[in-house]
């Protein structure tokens, strides 16, 4: 992997990730760009506890622009895009319309491939390869900075979920704070730590569903499943065997088998409403260790947590799907209407042949 940084017009970011050595990266960004004005916020909910962004310049964002003036696509001849290079591997920039910014942490946007008409499933083992080597490196580098504190790697994929660029491309939001969702399994994971004398969660849920029905495929290195409790109709972990705390701990072993097994999670994804329905809309959540200070769960240490992938979908079935109302919206409540034992049972049956 070749790493290459640069600026664009305004002043952010731009690395590109090449999978050949020999290449050169010394396109200029030739629009009339102004600096990027941001009015990110975090804001404490004193009754939650949680934290909210609050950024409304993000109004102004691109909405689902023409094919011929997606700005993820590379710049050719006088159009011109986000990446100023006529062609490119992987490519990470920072988002000119960020939710988070400043001291208030930073976001940024990975372009998977330069193909606008592909999908991350449609990639080569290679190219998914490079795309995890980006989202480590970036992780690596983004825990650095002063004002972050977690780091996130994620894909929303579909105009169902709210998707506003077509191209294949997912995020990294860089948090000044532990997020909720981390922050409840960090107390889930000290009080089973406290009941079972030291005891860890994560082995603890792995070890119970390599045990039962709701295994979707399991490789040397990775292990994908529906979780017992699954919050969503078609929901799917995906843990390394080997307990690590973020992307930065996987091992050499772990990092070539993993385009194998996601590729085919993400295609067993696309084929299980049926072709009518594809490409399936979802959501590929990579949940790390925070880089803070974890000193309100008691006895938990960074290595306690274990890196995994959430994938799951917000169609329930073909046509329809699923929403979050009062229940869920309300009071964080779910309800599946979908046995996980049998969602699980649905993806092993559109296995690749």
């Given at each position: 992997?070749?790493?290459?940084?640069?600026r664009?017009?305004?002043?952010?970011?731009?690395?590109?990730?090449?999978?050949?050595?020999?290449?050169?990266r010394?396109a200029?960004?030739?629009?009339?760009?102004e600096?990027?004005?941001?009015?990110?916020?975090?804001?404490?909910?004193?009754?939650?506890?949680?934290?909210?962004?609050?950024?409304?310049?993000?109004?102004?964002?691109?909405?689902?622009?023409?094919?011929?003036?997606?700005?993820?696509?590379?710049?050719?001849?006088?159009?011109?895009?986000?990446?100023p290079?006529?062609?490119?591997?992987?490519?990470?920039?920072?988002?000119?319309?960020?939710?988070?910014?400043?001291?208030?942490?930073?976001?940024?946007?990975?372009?998977?491939?330069?193909?606008?008409?592909?999908?991350?499933?449609?990639?080569?083992?290679?190219?998914?390869?490079?795309?995890?080597?980006?989202?480590?490196?970036?992780?690596?580098?983004?825990?650095?900075?002063?004002?972050?504190?977690?780091?996130?790697?994620?894909?929303?994929?579909?105009?169902?979920?709210g998707?506003?660029?077509?191209?294949?491309?997912?995020?990294?939001?860089?948090?000044?704070?532990?997020?909720?969702?981390?922050?409840?399994?960090?107390?889930?994971?000290?009080?089973?730590?406290?009941?079972?004398?030291?005891?860890?969660?994560?082995?603890?849920?792995?070890?119970?569903?390599?045990?039962?029905?709701?295994?979707?495929?399991?490789?040397?290195?990775?292990?994908?499943?529906?979780?017992?409790?699954?919050?969503?109709?078609?929901?799917?972990?995906?843990?390394?065997?080997?307990?690590?705390?973020?992307?930065?701990?996987?091992?050499?072993?772990?990092?070539?088998?993993?385009?194998?097994?996601?590729?085919?999670?993400?295609?067993?994804?696309?084929?299980?409403?049926?072709?009518?329905?594809?490409?399936?809309?979802?959501?590929?959540?990579?949940?790390?260790?925070?880089?803070?200070?974890?000193?309100?769960?008691?006895?938990?240490?960074?290595?306690?947590?274990?890196?995994?992938?959430?994938?799951?979908?917000?169609?329930?079935?073909?046509?329809?799907?699923?929403?979050?109302?009062?229940?869920?919206?309300?009071?964080?409540?779910?309800?599946?209407?979908?046995?996980?034992?049998?969602?699980?049972?649905r993806?092993?049956?559109?296995?690749?042949?």
């Amino acid at each position: 992997m070749k790493k290459t940084s640069t600026r664009l017009a305004d002043g952010r970011e731009l690395i590109y990730y090449d999978l050949r050595d020999d290449g050169v990266r010394d396109a200029v960004d030739r629009r009339p760009l102004e600096r990027t004005v941001t009015t990110s916020e975090v804001r404490r909910d004193p009754l939650l506890g949680d934290a909210v962004a609050i950024a409304s310049h993000r109004q102004g964002r691109t909405y689902h622009p023409p094919a011929d003036e997606c700005p993820l696509c590379p710049s050719q001849g006088e159009r011109l895009s986000e990446i100023p290079d006529s062609s490119y591997d992987v490519v990470v920039f920072e988002n000119r319309f960020p939710s988070l910014a400043g001291d208030s942490g930073r976001c940024e946007v990975v372009c998977f491939t330069s193909d606008h008409n592909a999908s991350f499933a449609d990639l080569g083992e290679e190219q998914a390869r490079l795309v995890l080597d980006a989202w480590t490196d970036r992780t690596s580098e983004l825990s650095h900075l002063p004002s972050v504190e977690q780091v996130f790697c994620f894909e929303n994929r579909g105009a169902e979920i709210g998707v506003t660029l077509g191209h294949p491309h997912g995020q990294i939001y860089a948090y000044p704070f532990t997020t909720p969702r981390t922050a409840l399994m960090l107390r889930q994971l000290a009080q089973h730590k406290e009941a079972t004398g030291g005891q860890n969660l994560f082995d603890a849920v792995l070890e119970r569903e390599l045990a039962d029905e709701r295994v979707v495929l399991a490789s040397e290195h990775w292990v994908a499943f529906v979780p017992y409790a699954a919050h969503w109709p078609y929901e799917v972990h995906l843990y390394p065997r080997r307990r690590v705390p973020d992307l930065l701990g996987l091992d050499e072993d772990a990092r070539s088998e993993f385009p194998q097994v996601y590729l085919e999670l993400l295609k067993r994804f696309d084929r299980i409403f049926g072709e009518a329905e594809s490409p399936t809309p979802y959501i590929a959540a990579w949940h790390q260790a925070p880089f803070g200070a974890l000193e309100e769960f008691d006895g938990v240490v960074r290595d306690d947590f274990a890196l995994h992938l959430e994938l799951f979908t917000i169609r329930r079935t073909s046509g329809k799907l699923k929403f979050l109302a009062g229940s869920e919206s309300g009071m964080s409540v779910f309800i599946n209407d979908v046995p996980p034992e049998r969602a699980a049972e649905r993806l092993r049956e559109v296995a690749s042949s």
